[in-house]
C-alpha cells in the first residue's frame, strides 16, 4: 500500500516558470509533510517542511501548499531555475514512525 | 565529520555473496535509518534504529537482510546471498528528533 501519491512523475518547465508537483496521503495521523530535493549522486537533503495546522509555508522560491481537508499537499517552484533541476520527494511521518515517501519527480528546468 | 558518511560508495558483487554497507552517522543522533532507492521506485524504507530500543525490521525484505547498531553509533548493514534485485543504492540517515533527517550520498550496490 503506497501511503503517499506524488505526482507527477517527471516535470520539464522554462526558466523562470512555476514548478508545481503534487502529494496525496490517506493516514491521517501524519503530522508532518517534509519535502526534499536529491541531486544525483547525492543523498535526499530537506527543502522545506510544513505541519497539518498551517495552510501554506514559504522559503524564498519554495512554497507548501497544505488542504487538510483534501489529505493533499504540494510544492511550488517559483521562478524555476535550472540549478532546480532535481528530483523531489514528499514524505510524511507520524510520531517516531519512519518517514514514508512518496516516489519522486523528475525536474528539468530548460533555459 | 559534520555529516553522515555511507562506505563504500559503490559496490559491485557477484551472486550469491555476502555483502557489508556501513554507515556513520552523525554524532549524537540517536535514531538511524536505512532506505532503498530504486530506479523509479522512490525510497524504500528498510530498518530503524532509536537508542537503545529494539531497532524496527518491518521493511526488510527478505530474511536475507539485516543490520546491527554498535554502540548507539555505526551501523552495518549486511545482505547474504546477494541477487539481481538487490541492485540499488542503499541510504542512511540518522536524526536527532523525529523529523530532522540528514541522509548520506549511499551506497550503489550493482550485484552481477
Known amino acids: 500500500q503506497q501511503q503517499v501519491k506524488q505526482s507527477p512523475q517527471s516535470l520539464i518547465v522554462q526558466k523562470g516558470g512555476i514548478s508545481i508537483i503534487n502529494c496525496a496521503y490517506e493516514?491521517?495521523?501524519?503530522?508532518?509533510f517534509p519535502w526534499y530535493q536529491q541531486f544525483p549522486g547525492k543523498g535526499p537533503a530537506l527543502l522545506i517542511a510544513?505541519?497539518?495546522?498551517?495552510s501554506e509555508k514559504k522559503e524564498g522560491r519554495f512554497t507548501i501548499s497544505f488542504n487538510k481537508s483534501a489529505k493533499q499537499f504540494s510544492l511550488h517552484i517559483m521562478d524555476s531555475q535550472p540549478g532546480d533541476s532535481a528530483t523531489y520527494f514528499c514524505?510524511?511521518?507520524?510520531?517516531?514512525?519512519?518517514?514514508?515517501f512518496g516516489k519522486g519527480t523528475r525536474l528539468s528546468v530548460i533555459a | 565529520g559534520a555529516g553522515v558518511s555511507q562506505s563504500p560508495s559503490n559496490k559491485v558483487t557477484e551472486k550469491g555473496k555476502d555483502v557489508e554497507l556501513r554507515c556513520d552517522p552523525i554524532?549524537?543522533?540517536?535514531?538511524l535509518y536505512w532506505y532503498r532507492q530504486s530506479l523509479g521506485q522512490g525510497l524504500e524504507f528498510l530498518i530503524y534504529?532509536?537508542?537503545?530500543?529494539?531497532?524496527?525490521k518491518s521493511g526488510l525484505p527478505s530474511d536475507r537482510f539485516s543490520a546491527e547498531r554498535t554502540g548507539g553509533s555505526v551501523s552495518t548493514l549486511t545482505i547474504q546471498r546477494t541477487q539481481q534485485e538487490d541492485s540499488a543504492v542503499y541510504l542512511c540517515?540518522?536524526?536527532?528528533?523525529?523529523?530532522?533527517?540528514?541522509f548520506g550520498s549511499g551506497t550503489r550496490l550493482t550485484v552481477v
Open positions: 540517515a540518522s536524526s536527532s528528533t523525529a523529523y530532522g533527517y540528514t
Open positions: 493516514n491521517t495521523a501524519f503530522d508532518y
Open positions: 510544513i505541519r497539518p495546522d498551517v
Open positions: 514524505a510524511a511521518v507520524s510520531g517516531n514512525t519512519p518517514l514514508v
Open positions: 554524532s549524537g543522533h540517536t535514531a
Open positions: 534504529f532509536q537508542g537503545n530500543s529494539a531497532p524496527d
